[in-house]
T-cell receptor, first 114, second 112 residues
Framework: KAGVTQTPRYLIKTRGQQVTLSCSPISGHRSVSWYQQTPGQGLQFLFEYFSETQRNKGNFPGRFSGRQFSNSRSEMNVSTLELGDSALYLC?????????????FGSGTRLTVV | QQQVKQSPQSLIVQKGGISIINCAYENTAFDYFPWYQQFPGKGPALLIAIRPDVSEKKEGRFTISFNKSAKQFSLHIMDSQPGDSATYFCAASIGSNYQLIWGAGTKLIIKP
């Protein structure tokens, strides 16, 4: 059974640019959550999508957005990149999004903003 | 009240020793407490989880101890091995809520 696939694995962008990250969840999983991980802040919840609808949102500025497609694949977009956006971005897939079913994480996209 | 406080931030244990990581919470509505393990270059993976109706859960060398009155739970790794070197996150959620509240993580190093 294929795991959660995140592309690309590494990305270097310049301040002010925008970036799109992709996540393909486990087949049959309808929920995709996105997290930002930095050494100082740990795992910060960005948003969760279920059946193409954003169901939960963390405390991030509007520059961070996402969407989910009918096949459950999800993308997140960061516009007007800032140096502080450098981080590991993780997506997590789960059947229905319920925390007590457990989340399966991808290996992440390492974004560096220069 | 939504926070989960995890300690220590980092931990070095000799091979064969016991590693102990602690977490504390305030919200008594939390009723699901998982631990996730993350290796470098990988995303976190669910290791073990507990609900407050039991005080302890054991899976192999990994044990969660839960103290409901103190609002604390901890992960014990018995006979710690170098392969256990990873970052460990505790977390909590309410019922079948859709979001976990995460601890800050503990970087564990097992010295051979």
């Amino acid at each position: 059974k294929a795991g959660v696939t995140q592309t690309p694995r590494y990305l270097i962008k310049t301040r002010g640019q925008q970036v799109t990250l992709s996540c393909s969840p486990i087949s049959g999983h309808r929920s995709v959550s996105w997290y930002q991980q930095t050494p100082g802040q740990g795992l910060q919840f960005l948003f969760e999508y279920f059946s193409e609808t954003q169901r939960n949102k963390g405390n991030f500025p509007g520059r961070f957005s996402g969407r989910q497609f009918s096949n459950s694949r999800s993308e997140m977009n960061v516009s007007t990149l800032e140096l502080g956006d450098s981080a590991l971005y993780l997506c997590a897939s789960s059947p229905l999004g319920q925390a007590d079913y457990g989340y399966t994480f991808g290996s992440g996209t390492r974004l560096t903003v220069v | 009240q939504q926070q989960v406080k995890q300690s220590p931030q980092s931990l070095i244990v000799q091979k064969g020793g016991i590693s102990i990581i602690n977490c504390a919470y305030e919200n008594t509505a939390f009723d699901y407490f998982p631990w996730y393990q993350q290796f470098p270059g990988k995303g976190p993976a669910l290791l073990i989880a507990i609900r407050p109706d039991v005080s302890e859960k054991k899976e192999g060398r990994f044990t969660i101890s839960f103290n409901k009155s103190a609002k604390q739970f901890s992960l014990h790794i018995m006979d710690s091995q170098p392969g256990d070197s990873a970052t460990y996150f505790c977390a909590a959620s309410i019922g079948s809520n859709y979001q976990l509240i995460w601890g800050a993580g503990t970087k564990l190093i097992i010295k051979p």
